[in-house]
């Protein structure tokens, strides 16, 4: 199923030269959607908006950026990698983009178990960006425009809907015709009121080299919504020349033997597991923290107090929390033709020539030469409690937001906003009620929640331990949890709907066959002698409880019944997953139906908290007023939520609806002109 | 009424006595994370599809005890445990029938069955009644028999009037006057309760809980973080210990053969022994009252007989049983049935032996009396024995010199528990006998002012025994698989947050950034 990876991209910079149009040049001056950014969040929101049915325009302001890896060269790890593979089981592009660009393979966790497995590769960023803007350029109903978006146009509410304003459009900074469109996605990463710092000096902008994105997006937001934004920092490494680095100093660190593809579609990468390139390991010395502590003065981003997250810290936060110890540095290949090495870990944002004493602290680093520099980035983020779970801005109807807007970090973060805003906004143009993803089948789901929900305050990043339901949420069965749910929300292809049902039907008739295959352990013995089993002598045990054993593999037992098991030999990893996962899914399945059920539960947005006559106390009032909940199971997780604040909340809203179907039906009954009762009396006994 | 409907359950289910309740709560599945979720037990009987029982009056001495059923599978336990045919009884009548084990078809108790088919219930659900004879063994016999019908549990705290008001059963009014009530269970409040329930004990959950926390944010952050950062596998070893250390003492803390609850819902003392040893005669001087009948007729005591005593600050259930002899009066019989089925269940057993049977030479007595005890505790293990008192009655009988013998040659004689010789006629030996007894009960609940601190609640007790299951869960999986073992470690910490209060994911990485420098 590598056919992706056969056939030739087409040649980018021709396709660039046709699609770099002015905006009087576009075909029509109005779409469905509109994507403002080109990031990771923004081409998989155009993407899916388009794959959905609407007519979609990306704007960006440099199509050569688009799919840019502004960080770091790698895709996936421990809970981004789930990430990963979620966004690929909807159709999305980064898995597929990551098996293209993929130059280092490797999974993460091999030994903690398949529920946290991580899958990771470093990425050639020319390649990687190659495919986006291929992808992107041949993605039908999808256009791309190079420009600057001056302002949101937004105009009245339409009434029918819950939200004070509505998004009508954009105007670009050129000064051209407005651009209207039912859906605005924004996804301007660091760019809202984006400050680059290096040293004592600071400049406006969201990434060096590129132009800051105006202030009227700002403002427009801020202002005239009334959106409450936040402040937020990050910070990425200087990059060094690759020669200049003695590697013979550095641990080497090999990847995978046989590379893991992150798309379900693919079986193999387009690198070939030989071509692999190796990361390096190095550490920090005591003259780091010298060279940290002697600059601090002259390093204004580091004085700043806008939060930055506690997991991706500057050199200099790591040590000055944990002093005295030394620190990890990964030195990774910035793409397979390139001279340029990635040193992770090792963000920093003091001046250049500072910045080049410190890493020649470092071992391997005692000749290397920056080609850039260091920098920091303090940026704006809209709280994201202001959020639907759709992602669509609460009192702004047709506004969606994603990426680092809502105050995440990390591509696969926003790739997957970027993915469920791009489908809520095309339904929403196409007429469709927003979709939903619930915390207990998806990441996604967690990542969605955690933000709208709870908010953040600090950049929000994936880990497994966010996911209550962990050994369901399995980078394996990704494609069992999403992508029939993605087929339905129109964001996935019939050909790869088509290949997920073959693959649960298998999966289910495998499993089938091996709770078919009951015995008893001493005849279980008797077939597989090399196995120790601590069960009673009686106990009858089927294929899949065998399959559990540690010792046990899928392949084992096919050879031993190869009629009724072999015709499933390409799932042989899936199923023994499954096995060893199943007793534990099949006790969380009632709790799991709980939650849904909560979250099933729909609290009206245009509640009014303070006047609502309901027993909840005013702190209570304040809280739901504060987060406005959309579910019943939102309500519960948010803090300072007591029990009998939830129960008052769910007895007025399931009294309030079900006055309400009484009334439809009684409206019903009224139209049809029958008595309710002279009915049911004319029913046969 | 509602508050009967509420708070009688819990104590109950919880109470001391029922210990077979309690061993089917702890067979039951052990919950997830977000059954802790504040509000999520609230909303636990929206998409419950078990049906819940519970005693719904007060327990110890009661006429009419009633039990409670709502839910689905309420009709299928009306059908197997009342002899009905395929017929259910015609709604909201009350029938007199026999009720019995649907497993062994023994006959536990014959009573009134009422069965109000949803909707026309309490909770709205289908719901049957029991009112049943307010023994504890035929209650004790009841719940456990509902316990063994499949898809039934023992209602959790103000579960049946949580149903009644997700039914919409109650209007707003009477849900604002709930309000309280479930407010109790909210976090602040439980940790307040835990607060007060005795310092040292809150202090001792709340440093569990601690610990499970760190220990849990270490096995976290190996999962999330160890590939690229320098987190060595010696977190995991630490991880080892602490889970092993936790496992330990929650164990042992377990162990406290039930003192703290024995404090709260009292100890079971039954008088047991022949006939005509004068059982009830010891009842009746210890109560200070003819609450039961004596007479010189063997076996007059069928029935097991109760009364609730106050003896030196301590709560005591004291009960008078049959005669244990073999008799062919199928009445008798079963009052001898119930007196041995409640030796078993006793805290403490006082032995009445007619001292003027005793041979005299007191190598013999003994012998006797021991051949006497293991045939009255045949069935109770070995450290049942410790659990008795040897009470020799009617010494008013005996010459001067045989009760001195006895009483200083029985002292002597190893593989005896503490003999006192009493007479209920005169009251002699009977000061005695009311300090032995009282240095026992009190052994048995407890110095709650000094010592390690003690279980007082079942409900307690029931947590802290899914908290020790998952621990193991932790060390079984450890090698093969560690997302399932850190399951267990999160199953353990929601086990013993359902005491101490909900942990959410954030404090865990609160933690994990804390102990460690993550710079990816």
Same mark, same amino acid.
């Given at each position: 199923?590598?056919?992706?990876?056969?056939?030739?991209?087409?040649?980018?910079?021709?396709?660039?030269?046709?699609?770099?149009?002015?905006?009087?040049?576009?075909?029509?001056?109005?779409?469905?959607?509109?994507?403002?950014?080109?990031?990771?969040?923004?081409?998989?929101?155009?993407?899916?908006?388009?794959?959905?049915?609407?007519?979609?325009?990306?704007?960006?302001?440099?199509?050569?950026?688009?799919?840019?890896?502004?960080?770091?060269?790698?895709?996936?790890?421990?809970?981004?990698?789930?990430?990963?593979?979620?966004?690929?089981?909807?159709?999305?592009?980064?898995?597929?983009?990551?098996?293209?660009?993929?130059?280092?393979?490797?999974?993460?966790?091999?030994?903690?178990?398949?529920?946290?497995?991580?899958?990771?590769?470093?990425?050639?960023?020319?390649?990687?960006?190659?495919?986006?803007?291929?992808?992107?350029?041949?993605?039908?109903?999808?256009?791309?425009?190079?420009?600057?978006?001056?302002?949101?146009?937004?105009?009245?509410?339409?009434?029918?809907?819950?939200?004070?304003?509505?998004?009508?459009?954009?105007?670009?900074?050129?000064?051209?015709?407005?651009?209207?469109?039912?859906?605005?996605?924004?996804?301007?990463?660091?760019?809202?009121?984006?400050?680059?710092?290096?040293?004592?000096?600071?400049?406006?902008?969201?990434?060096?080299?590129?132009?800051?994105?105006?202030?009227?997006?700002?403002?427009?937001?801020?202002?005239?919504?009334?959106?409450?934004?936040?402040?937020?920092?990050?910070?990425?490494?200087?990059?060094?020349?690759?020669?200049?680095?003695?590697?013979?100093?550095?641990?080497?660190?090999?990847?995978?033997?046989?590379?893991?593809?992150?798309?379900?579609?693919?079986?193999?990468?387009?690198?070939?597991?030989?071509?692999?390139?190796?990361?390096?390991?190095?550490?920090?010395?005591?003259?780091?923290?010298?060279?940290?502590?002697?600059?601090?003065?002259?390093?204004?981003?580091?004085?700043?107090?806008?939060?930055?997250?506690?997991?991706?810290?500057?050199?200099?936060?790591?040590?000055?929390?944990?002093?005295?110890?030394?620190?990890?540095?990964?030195?990774?290949?910035?793409?397979?033709?390139?001279?340029?090495?990635?040193?992770?870990?090792?963000?920093?944002?003091?001046?250049?020539?500072?910045?080049?004493?410190? *890493?020649?602290?470092?071992?391997?680093?005692?000749?290397?030469?920056?080609?850039?520099?260091?920098?920091?980035?303090?940026?704006?983020?809209?709280?994201?409690?202001?959020?639907?779970?759709?992602?669509?801005?609460?009192?702004?109807?047709?506004?969606?937001?994603?990426?680092? *807007?809502?105050?995440?970090?990390?591509?696969?973060?926003?790739?997957?906003?970027?993915?469920?805003?791009?489908?809520?906004?095309?339904?929403?143009?196409?007429?469709?009620?927003?979709?939903?993803?619930?915390?207990?089948?998806?990441? *996604?789901?967690?990542?969605?929640?955690?933000?709208?929900?709870?908010?953040?305050?600090?950049?929000?990043?994936?880990?497994?331990?966010?996911?209550?339901?962990?050994?369901?949420?399995?980078?394996?069965?990704?494609?069992?949890?999403?992508?029939?749910?993605?087929?339905?929300?129109?964001?996935?292809?019939?050909?790869?709907?088509?290949?997920?049902?073959?693959?649960?039907?298998?999966?289910?008739?495998?499993?089938?066959?091996?709770?078919?295959?009951?015995?008893?352990?001493?005849?279980?013995?008797?077939?597989?002698?090399?196995?120790?089993?601590?069960?009673?002598?009686?106990?009858?045990?089927?294929?899949?409880?065998?399959?559990?054993?540690?010792?046990?593999?899928?392949?084992?037992?096919?050879?031993?019944?190869?009629?009724?098991?072999?015709?499933?030999?390409?799932?042989?990893?899936?199923?023994?997953?499954?096995?060893?996962?199943?007793?534990?899914?099949?006790?969380?399945?009632?709790? *799991?139906?709980?939650?849904?059920?909560?979250?099933?539960?729909?609290?009206?947005?245009?509640?009014?908290?303070?006047?609502?006559?309901?027993?909840?106390?005013?702190?209570?009032?304040?809280?739901?007023?504060?987060?406005?909940?959309?579910?019943?199971?939102?309500?519960?997780?948010?803090?300072?939520?007591?029990?009998?604040?939830?129960?008052?909340?769910?007895?007025?809203?399931?009294?309030?609806?079900?006055?309400?179907?009484?009334?439809?039906?009684?409206?019903?009954?009224?139209?049809?002109?029958?008595?309710?009762?002279?009915?049911?009396?004319?029913?046969?006994? | 009424?509602?508050?009967?409907?509420?708070?009688?359950?819990?104590?109950?289910?919880?109470?001391?006595?029922?210990?077979?309740?309690?061993?089917?709560?702890?067979?039951?599945?052990?919950?997830?994370?977000?059954?802790?979720?504040?509000?999520?037990?609230?909303?636990?009987?929206?998409?419950?599809?078990?049906?819940?029982?519970?005693?719904?009056?007060?327990?110890?001495?009661?006429?009419?005890?009633?039990?409670?059923?709502?839910?689905?599978?309420?009709?299928?336990?009306?059908?197997?445990?009342?002899?009905?045919?395929?017929?259910?009884?015609?709604?909201?009548?009350?029938?007199?029938? &026999?009720?019995?084990?649907?497993?062994?078809?023994?006959?536990?108790?014959?009573?009134?069955?009422?069965?109000?088919?949803?909707?026309?219930?309490?909770?709205?659900?289908?719901?049957?009644?029991?009112?049943?004879?307010?023994?504890?063994?035929?209650?004790?016999?009841?719940?456990?028999?509902?316990?063994?019908?499949?898809?039934?549990?023992?209602?959790?705290?103000?579960?049946? @009037?949580?149903?009644?008001?997700?039914?919409?059963?109650?209007?707003?009014?009477?849900?604002?006057?709930?309000?309280?009530?479930? +407010?109790?269970?909210?976090?602040?409040?439980?940790?307040?309760?835990?607060?007060?329930?005795?310092?040292?004990?809150?202090?001792?959950?709340?440093?569990?809980?601690?610990?499970?926390?760190?220990?849990?944010?270490?096995?976290?952050?190996?999962?999330?973080?160890?590939?690229?950062?320098?987190?060595?596998?010696?977190?995991?070893? %630490?991880?080892?210990?602490?889970?092993?250390?936790?496992? @330990?003492?929650?164990?042992?803390?377990?162990?406290?053969?039930?003192?703290?609850?024995?404090?709260?819902?009292?100890?079971?003392?039954?008088?047991?022994?022949? @006939?005509?040893?004068?059982?009830?005669?010891?009842?009746?001087?210890?109560?200070?009252?003819?609450?039961?009948?004596?007479?010189?007729?063997?076996?007059?005591?069928?029935?097991?007989?109760?009364?609730?005593?106050?003896?030196?600050?301590?709560?005591?259930?004291?009960?008078?049983?049959?005669?244990?002899?073999?008799?062919?009066?199928?009445?008798?019989?079963?009052?001898?049935?119930?007196?041995?089925?409640?030796?078993?269940?006793?805290?403490?057993?006082?032995?009445?032996?007619?001292?003027?049977?005793?041979?005299?030479?007191?190598?013999?007595?003994?012998?006797?009396?021991?051949?006497?005890?293991?045939?009255?505790?045949?069935?109770?293990?070995? &450290?049942?024995?410790?659990?008795?008192?040897?009470?020799?009655?009617?010494?008013?009988?005996?010459?001067?010199? %045989?009760?001195?013998?006895?009483?200083?040659?029985?002292?002597?004689? &190893?593989?005896?528990?503490?003999?006192?010789?009493?007479?209920?006629?005169?009251?002699?030996?009977?000061?005695?006998?009311?300090?032995?007894?009282?240095?026992?009960?009190?052994?048995?609940?407890?110095?709650?002012?000094?010592?390690?601190?003690?279980?007082?609640?079942?409900? +307690?007790?029931?947590?802290?025994? +899914?908290?020790?299951?998952?621990?193991?869960?932790?060390?079984?999986?450890?090698?093969?698989?560690?997302?399932?073992?850190?399951?267990?470690?999160?199953?353990?910490?929601?086990?013993?947050?359902?005491?101490?209060?909900?942990?959410?994911?954030?404090?865990?990485?609160?933690?994990?950034?804390?102990?460690?420098?993550?710079?990816?």
């Amino acid at each position: 199923m590598s056919h992706m990876l056969t056939k030739k991209l087409p040649p980018v910079q021709s396709v660039l030269f046709l699609v770099s149009r002015r905006a009087s040049q576009l075909s029509r001056q109005r779409y469905d959607v509109i994507v403002v950014g080109g990031g990771h969040a923004g081409t998989e929101a155009a993407a899916a908006a388009a794959r959905v049915g609407a007519e979609t325009l990306l704007v960006t302001q440099k199509i050569q950026t688009i799919g840019a890896l502004s960080c770091n060269p790698s895709l996936g790890g421990v809970g981004k990698g789930h990430l990963v593979r979620e966004v690929d089981a909807l159709d999305g592009l980064c898995g597929r983009a990551g098996d293209w660009a993929g130059i280092n393979f490797s999974v993460l966790n091999r030994s903690k178990g398949p529920a946290v497995w991580g899958l990771r590769a470093q990425l050639d960023r020319q390649r990687y960006r190659e495919f986006i803007q291929a992808e992107l350029l041949s993605t039908p109903r999808l256009k791309v425009l190079e420009g600057s978006v001056e302002e949101l146009l937004v105009s009245d509410p339409n009434p029918a809907e819950p939200g004070h304003h509505r998004v009508t459009g954009i105007r670009l900074a050129n000064g051209s015709q407005p651009i209207s469109a039912s859906s605005v996605v924004l996804t301007t990463g660091t760019f809202l009121s984006g400050s680059l710092f290096v040293g004592r000096t600071s400049s406006p902008g969201g990434r060096i080299g590129d132009a800051p994105s105006s202030s009227g997006l700002t403002q427009t937001l801020r202002d005239q919504l009334g959106l409450r934004v936040g402040r937020l920092r990050t910070g990425t490494p200087p990059r060094l020349l690759k020669d200049s680095v003695d590697l013979s100093l550095a641990k080497l660190h090999p990847p995978d033997r046989q590379p893991t593809p992150f798309s379900f579609t693919n079986t193999q990468t387009r690198c070939k597991p030989e071509e692999q390139l190796p990361c390096y390991l190095t550490y920090t010395t005591p003259g780091v923290e010298r060279v940290v502590r002697e600059s601090l003065h002259l390093n204004c981003h580091i004085q700043q107090d806008a939060k930055g997250p506690r997991y991706c810290p500057s050199i200099e936060s790591r040590v000055l929390r944990f002093p005295g110890r030394s620190h990890q540095v990964w030195l990774e290949p910035e793409g397979l033709t390139s001279d340029l090495l990635y040193p992770q870990g090792l963000s920093m944002t003091m001046p250049p020539d500072v910045q080049l004493r410190l *890493i020649r602290e470092i071992p391997p680093l005692h000749r290397a030469e920056i080609h850039t520099p260091g920098y920091g980035v303090q940026y704006d983020y809209v709280c994201p409690t202001q959020l639907s779970p759709a992602l669509q801005v609460k009192n702004t109807q047709g506004l969606f937001l994603a990426g680092q *807007i809502n105050g995440t970090t990390g591509y696969e973060e926003a790739a997957a906003q970027g993915l469920w805003a791009g489908v809520n906004a095309a339904r929403r143009a196409l007429s469709q009620p927003p979709a939903a993803l619930s915390r207990t089948e998806s990441y *996604i789901g967690v990542l969605v929640d955690d933000l709208v929900s709870r908010g953040v305050t600090e950049p929000y990043r994936m880990f497994t331990s966010r996911a209550e339901f962990r050994t369901s949420l399995r980078p394996d069965n990704a494609d069992l949890r999403l992508t029939m749910k993605g087929f339905e929300l129109g964001c996935v292809s019939a050909v790869r709907h088509h290949e997920a049902v073959r693959v649960r039907c298998s999966l289910q008739n495998a499993i089938a066959a091996l709770q078919a295959l009951t015995m008893s352990s001493t005849s279980w013995r008797k077939k597989l002698p090399g196995i120790s089993m601590s069960e009673n002598k009686s106990q009858t045990l089927s294929g899949m409880d065998l399959l559990e054993y540690k010792d046990v593999s899928f392949e084992i037992l096919a050879s031993v019944f190869p009629e009724c098991l072999s015709p499933y030999m390409e799932f042989s990893q899936r199923l023994k997953i499954e096995a060893v996962y199943k007793p534990h899914n099949d006790q969380n399945r009632s709790e *799991i139906k709980r939650i849904q059920s909560e979250e099933n539960m729909s609290l009206p947005q245009d509640i009014d908290y303070f006047t609502l006559p309901v027993s909840l106390s005013q702190e209570v009032r304040e809280i739901l007023d504060r987060f406005r909940p959309t579910t019943l199971g939102a309500a519960t997780r948010l803090q300072g939520m007591t029990p009998a604040a939830i129960a008052n909340l769910f007895n007025y809203v399931h009294f309030t609806r079900r006055r309400e179907s009484r009334r439809k039906q009684a409206d019903h009954e009224e139209e049809r002109g029958e008595e309710p009762c002279r009915r049911n009396a004319s029913l046969p006994q | 009424m509602y508050y009967s409907a509420i708070m009688l359950p819990v104590s109950a289910v919880c109470g001391g006595i029922y210990r077979a309740t309690i061993r089917t709560l702890r067979t039951r599945n052990i919950p997830l994370n977000h059954r802790l979720s504040s509000g999520g037990r609230v909303l636990a009987g929206l998409a419950d599809a078990d049906t819940i029982f519970a005693l719904s009056s007060g327990h110890g001495r009661c006429g009419v005890a009633v039990v409670r059923i709502s839910g689905s599978a309420a009709a299928t336990a009306l059908r197997c445990m009342v002899g009905l045919g395929n017929q259910l009884p015609p709604p909201r009548t009350a029938l007199l029938r &026999s009720i019995t084990d649907p497993h062994s078809k023994e006959v536990l108790d014959r009573g009134l069955v009422l069965w109000f088919p949803a909707p026309h219930s309490f909770t709205g659900e289908d719901s049957v009644e029991f009112h049943i004879h307010g023994g504890p063994a035929v209650i004790t016999a009841v719940l456990q028999a509902l316990g063994s019908v499949p898809g039934m549990r023992p209602a959790d705290a103000g579960e049946f @009037t949580r149903r009644a008001f997700h039914a919409g059963k109650l209007d707003l009014t009477e849900v604002e006057g709930l309000g309280d009530l479930i +407010h109790a269970e909210t976090e602040a409040q439980r940790r307040q309760a835990l607060r007060q329930m005795s310092g040292e004990l809150g202090r001792l959950y709340q440093n569990w809980s601690h610990r499970l926390k760190r220990t849990l944010a270490h096995v976290e952050a190996f999962i999330d973080f160890s590939e690229d950062e320098l987190i060595e596998e010696g977190v995991l070893d %630490q991880v080892d210990i602490s889970v092993c250390d936790l496992q @330990t003492e929650i164990e042992q803390h377990l162990k406290d053969e039930r003192r703290g609850e024995r404090l709260r819902s009292g100890v079971h003392v039954v008088i047991a022994g022949a @006939t005509n040893a004068g059982k009830s005669s010891l009842l009746n001087t210890l109560c200070q009252r003819p609450a039961a009948i004596v007479s010189p007729i063997a076996g007059t005591t069928r029935d097991v007989v109760e009364s609730a005593l106050d003896i030196g600050g301590f709560p005591v259930l004291l009960s008078d049983t049959a005669g244990l002899r073999d008799s062919p009066d199928l009445v008798e019989q079963e009052g001898v049935r119930r007196a041995r089925e409640r030796v078993q269940q006793a805290d403490l057993t006082l032995l009445v032996v007619d001292s003027t049977i005793l041979p005299s030479e007191e190598q013999e007595a003994a012998a006797l009396l021991l051949e006497h005890l293991r045939s009255v505790l045949s069935s109770q293990d070995q &450290s049942g024995a410790g659990r008795c008192l040897l009470v020799l009655n009617k010494t008013d009988l005996l010459p001067e010199a %045989q009760r001195e013998k006895l009483n200083l040659g029985l002292r002597r004689v &190893s593989g005896l528990p503490p003999v006192c010789l009493i007479s209920c006629q005169t009251n002699e030996g009977l000061k005695d006998f009311l300090t032995v007894l009282q240095s026992s009960v009190k052994t048995m609940c407890g110095d709650p002012l000094s010592g390690a601190p003690t279980l007082t609640q079942a409900r +307690h007790r029931a947590h802290l025994q +899914h908290c020790v299951a998952a621990l193991a869960q932790y060390r079984r999986y450890r090698d093969s698989d560690l997302a399932l073992a850190a399951e267990g470690v999160r199953l353990a910490l929601t086990s013993l947050g359902r005491i101490t209060g909900r942990v959410g994911a954030e404090e865990i990485l609160d933690i994990i950034f804390k102990d460690f420098c993550i710079g990816k």
